[in-house]
């Protein structure tokens, strides 16, 4: 049927519209895999130490050049208005064909080929704002949580955060339907907390002190992101800021605010774990960290910077056997020095991933110059 041809060429079209992934090894995103081989420990100490989960290596990502998640939005909200309109030219061909052929109009495949496109588009806008937001990810590994001695305000990471994911989330959310722009917000928080406590966990070590201003960084950022369902641009605003207030509901949907609380959980406890005395490490984590392996546990001593003695030591008192704390003891000391290596290889992946997609876009612009 030439509808249906002429339809799935539409779609096509408009998934061209978005930004050319990239594929890029896990070194150039911040997901270096820093597993230590720990196949001979038993498996109650948990089989792996501190690792970004990146199970291929390589990773698509998506760099949106400023002003084009307008495009993308505009993509999403055409490929909604094209789907719900192949449902009634459906029914109007039902309506207008002869009668023995009206079983044979299905045009549900057509239908879904837009649903794919919108799902696409959400995961271009995920992925876009989780680059832009790198750069203040680095920060954090670039700065010496293990000498800190002073709390203060937030830290300067997190302004950079909110001054890039609040004017970006209320483009989005102003150009999108509702129903989609909360899936989107419910994507990147989920996106965000997996790699804000893969960065906490890639850290070398961490103050006291340290662990009190990543706390209050925590805090402000749980705040941003819970309102993030709610963000409008600030009417009385005259330098464009962005305001986190809504016209309507001021109160974000019960289900995300579950999802993003039990996100950010995960690292504040870690956090406070790092900050607690060695004497009574062992029976808060116990007490606090339901289902907490003995790789967990090793998790806060290398962030807490304790050597090898004390780590077996602490390991013997979780309850491993002399042997296995160890083993496990010497896998935690090598792969702190691993995690050292990593922020390196981190920091020089980020430039090839940026310039790539700097080359890719060239390239894009000089073919359309030639259209």
């Avoid at 509808?3 to 539409?10: G, I, M, Q």
Wanted: charged share 25%.
């Amino acid at each position: 049927m030439a509808f249906k041809d002429t339809l799935r060429k539409y779609a096509s079209v408009l998934e061209d519209k978005f930004p050319q992934a990239l594929n890029i090894t896990g070194a150039a995103i911040g997901c270096i895999n820093i597993n230590v081989n720990v196949a001979s420990l038993p498996s109650s100490f948990g089989g792996r130490v501190d690792s970004r989960d990146s199970s291929s290596g390589v990773a698509r990502v998506v760099n949106i050049p400023p002003g084009e998640e307008v495009t993308v939005c505009h993509v999403i909200d055409t490929c909604e208005y094209c789907a719900d309109t192949v449902e009634a030219l459906e029914d109007l061909i039902r309506d207008k064909i002869h009668e023995k052929l009206k079983e044979k109009i299905d045009m549900s495949e057509e239908q879904e080929t837009f649903h794919d496109v919108t799902a696409k588009g959400i995961r271009v806008l995920v992925s876009g704002l989780e680059q832009q937001i790198e750069p203040a990810l680095k920060e954090i590994s670039k700065k010496d949580w293990g000498s800190l001695d002073v709390v203060g305000e937030e830290s300067a990471y997190v302004r950079s955060m909110h001054d890039a994911i609040a004017p970006f989330v209320e483009t989005v959310q102003g150009l999108i339907p509702s129903s989609y722009f909360r899936n989107f917000c419910d994507k990147f928080a989920a996106a965000f907390t997996s790699s804000y406590y893969n960065t906490l966990i890639r850290q070398k070590r961490i103050s006291e002190s340290g662990t009190q201003q990543l706390l209050l960084d925590v805090y402000n950022l749980k705040t941003l992101l819970l309102k993030l369902p709610v963000i409008e641009k600030s009417k009385s605003s005259t330098d464009g800021s962005v305001d986190l207030k809504s016209p309507g509901s001021t109160i974000p949907p019960a289900m995300y605010t579950k999802m993003v609380t039990k996100q950010f959980a995960k690292s504040e406890l870690l956090l406070k774990l790092v900050g607690t005395p060695p004497d009574l490490l062992i029976d808060v984590f116990k007490a606090q960290w339901s289902g907490g392996t003995a790789a967990n546990l090793q998790t806060v001593m290398n962030l807490k910077g304790m050597n090898r003695k004390e780590q077996t030591a602490m390991l013997e008192s979780f309850g491993l056997d002399s042997e296995t704390a160890q083993r496990g003891a010497a896998v935690g000391s090598t792969s702190s020095t691993v995690t050292e290596h990593v922020q390196i290889l981190q920091e020089k992946g980020n430039d090839v991933a940026a310039n790539l997609s700097q080359m890719r876009q060239k390239v894009d612009d000089f073919r359309k110059a030639f259209r």
